[in-house]
Antibody
Framework: QVQVVESGGGLVKPGGSLTLSCAAS????????MGWVRQAPGKGLEWVSH???????YHADSVKGRLSISRDNAKNSLYLQMNSLRAEDTAVYYC??????????????WGQGTLVTVSS | QSVLTQPPSVSGAPGQRVTISCTGG?????????VHWYQQLPGTAPKLLIY???NRPSGVPDRFSGSKSGTSASLAISGLQAEDEADYYC???????????FGTGTKVTVL
């Protein structure tokens, strides 16, 4: 069955860096767009970034220049490189597969999330 | 700051019908982009509930239905059950922002 599993979260100081990983299984990874969505404690969902089947990336204005999405189709893995982290980046980060059946399709499969805490 | 506005909360008795609105603008829902809906139970990841404005993924009960008109969309839950108590989010694409946008979220309470 389709599975996406995030890892790499943790506590980091303001200005620090972290790399999140997402391991995909149960489907042909290279056939799907993938994305990251975050949720700050007690808050709503926020789209962070997504990537097409190759290397074309899209990022929310709030993270442009600091967070960067990438993928390795040979390793069935998605990544989020996080630099210059701020307190407002504190959130649970979800990896999700984007449906290919609908234009601007939904996030159809989600991982369990990994918590990133930015604090001194 | 979400560009899709939802009511903070709605409530209903078991068996009743409730609706959740999702109001956008001319660069997202009003531009013709489809709307998706998610259910998030406490402490869990969101789950896709409605895609393409009106379609249910396999396994989602037909008590859940979606609609879209103009710059707004709605999610209806009929025959409300205790297990429907959760947060619900709409989502679309915004051409001005060049990315996806989520609604502000609505908490559904079963009385």
């Amino acid at each position: 069955q389709v599975q996406v599993v995030e890892s790499g979260g943790g506590l980091v100081k303001p200005g620090g860096s972290l790399t999140l990983s997402c391991a995909a299984s149960g489907f042909t990874f290279s056939d799907f767009y993938m994305g990251w969505v975050r949720q700050a404690p007690g808050k709503g969902l926020e789209w962070v970034s997504h990537i097409d089947k190759g290397e074309t990336t899209y990022h929310a204005d709030s993270v442009k220049g600091r967070l960067s999405i990438s993928r390795d189709n040979a390793k069935n893995s998605l990544y989020l490189q996080m630099n210059s982290l701020r307190a407002e980046d504190t959130a649970v980060y979800y990896c999700a597969r984007i449906s290919s059946g609908v234009y601007h399709g939904p996030f159809e499969y989600w991982g369990q999330g990994t918590l990133v805490t930015v604090s001194s | 700051q979400s560009v899709l506005t939802q009511p903070p909360s709605v409530s209903g008795a078991p068996g009743q019908r409730v609706t959740i609105s999702c109001t956008g603008g001319s660069s997202n829902i009003g531009a013709g982009y489809v709307v998706h809906w998610y259910q998030q139970l406490p402490g869990t990841a969101p789950k896709l509930l409605i895609y393409g404005s009106t379609n249910r993924p396999s396994g989602v009960p037909d008590r859940f239905s979606g609609s879209k008109s103009g710059t707004s969309a709605s999610l209806a839950i009929s025959g409300l059950q205790a297990e429907d108590e959760a947060d619900y989010y709409c989502q679309s694409y915004d051409s001005s922002l060049g990315g996806y946008v989520f609604g502000t979220g609505t908490k559904v309470t079963v009385l």
